[in-house]
Nanobody, 125 residues
Framework: QVQVVESGGGLVQAGGSLRLSCSAS????????MGWFRQAPGKEREFVAA?????????YYADSVKGRFTISRDNAKSTVDLQMNSLKPEDTAVYYC?????????????????WGQGTQVTVSS
């Protein structure tokens, strides 16, 4: 089993920045990838960014956040952070961190076995 806990989030004005952190514990040696998803009210959960653990270059982003968000990993600590810059009101959502123990498309929620409780990000205009 792997436990996933997010931290960070909050309220920020448009154009501002926030940093989300995600920590995995338990059988972290089995984690293939860690990703961030978000869900706005009335909308489906969508992919934001992901990183293949133990792979220095393998990071993935949704088109909507490319150039604004950066995912970074610390394999020794089993953490992934999401630095969010130039935030827009449409970035407002609950952000979830997830861990996948099997390989597959990191864009698909289905490969992620373990999910955090989510953290609210609100961007005011």
């Amino acid at each position: 089993q792997v436990q996933v806990v997010e931290s960070g989030g909050g309220l920020v004005q448009a154009g501002g920045s926030l940093r989300l952190s995600c920590s995995a514990s338990g059988r972290t040696f089995s984690v293939y990838a860690m990703g961030w998803f978000r869900q706005a009210p009335g909308k489906e959960r969508e992919f934001v960014a992901a990183a293949i653990m133990w792979s220095g270059r393998s990071t993935y982003y949704a088109d909507s956040v490319k150039g604004r968000f950066t995912i970074s990993r610390d394999n020794a600590k089993s953490t992934v952070d999401l630095q969010m810059n130039s935030l827009k009101p449409e970035d407002t959502a609950v952000y979830y961190c997830a861990a996948a123990s099997r390989s597959g498309s990191v864009y698909a929620p289905a490969i992620y076995d373990y999910w955090g409780q989510g953290t609210q990000v609100t961007v005011s205009s």
